[in-house]
């Protein structure tokens, strides 16, 4: 139940196309469901994210999809540019009830070629 | 710049040597955590502390030894570590009401 599953694990565009990435929960108690962005070398940034009160959010040229039914979530990078090749991490967390574990897909590699 | 700060940036150390990792925020997050991150692999939790409190210990080895002075610092212990624990050693902070986790730059950390 404290899975996150994301796919695919690499994931290689061209400039100017859209990135789409998936990813799947099970544990019906996360409620905060963020992306990071992760160079080589440094840490993971927060990218946006989203709550289950909402179907999408758009902050620039990413977005993310949230199916609250399907619990599927996944974030469309529109218009993608060489400088957005990195390692993209979904993950998933209860802020109710105590626990503060994030917990992790296992990462899509982007290229974006230019 | 990021707001949880991690020094040292790259550490190399011989398994019979004694070393600390430090991390400090002043977003004034409550609770606070070390991941071990391997290449290619999500960081992967080591310790939570809440409230300055040891909350979570994933099954640790005792070679790595947490503390948390105060509410802003957060140090790891390292001694008589082993290659394979080589890695990127990550401290993040968080807000628990937003749930929003917020994640240093690493210590690069290889031992020889």
């Known amino acids: 139940q404290q899975q996150v599953k994301q796919s695919p694990q690499s994931l290689i565009v061209q400039k100017g196309g859209i990135s789409i990435i998936n990813c799947a929960y099970e544990n019906t108690a996360f409620d905060y469901f963020p992306w990071y962005q992760q160079f080589p070398g440094k840490g993971p940034a927060l990218l946006i994210a989203i709550r289950p009160d909402v179907s999408e959010k758009k902050e620039g040229r990413f977005t993310i999809s949230f199916n609250k039914s399907a619990k599927q979530f996944s974030l469309h990078i529109m218009d993608s540019q060489p400088g957005d090749s990195a390692t993209y991490f979904c993950a998933a967390t209860p802020t109710q009830g105590g626990s503060e574990k994030l917990v992790f897909g296992k990462g899509t590699k982007l290229t974006v070629n230019p | 710049d990021t707001e949880v700060t991690q020094t040292p940036k790259h550490l190399v150390m011989g398994m019979t040597n004694k070393k600390s990792l430090k991390c400090e925020q002043h977003m004034g997050h409550r609770a606070m955590y070390w991941y071990k991150q391997k290449a290619k692999k999500p960081p992967e939790l080591m310790f939570v502390y809440s409230y300055e409190k040891l909350s979570i210990n994933e099954s640790v080895p005792s070679r790595f030894s947490p503390e948390c002075p105060n509410s802003s610092l957060l140090n790891l212990h390292l001694h008589a570590l082993q290659p394979e624990d080589s890695a990127l050693y990550l401290c993040?902070?968080?807000?628990?009401?937003?749930?929003?986790?917020?994640f240093g730059s690493g210590t690069r950390l290889t031992v020889v």
């Open positions: 993040a902070s968080s807000n628990r009401d937003t749930g929003r986790h917020t």
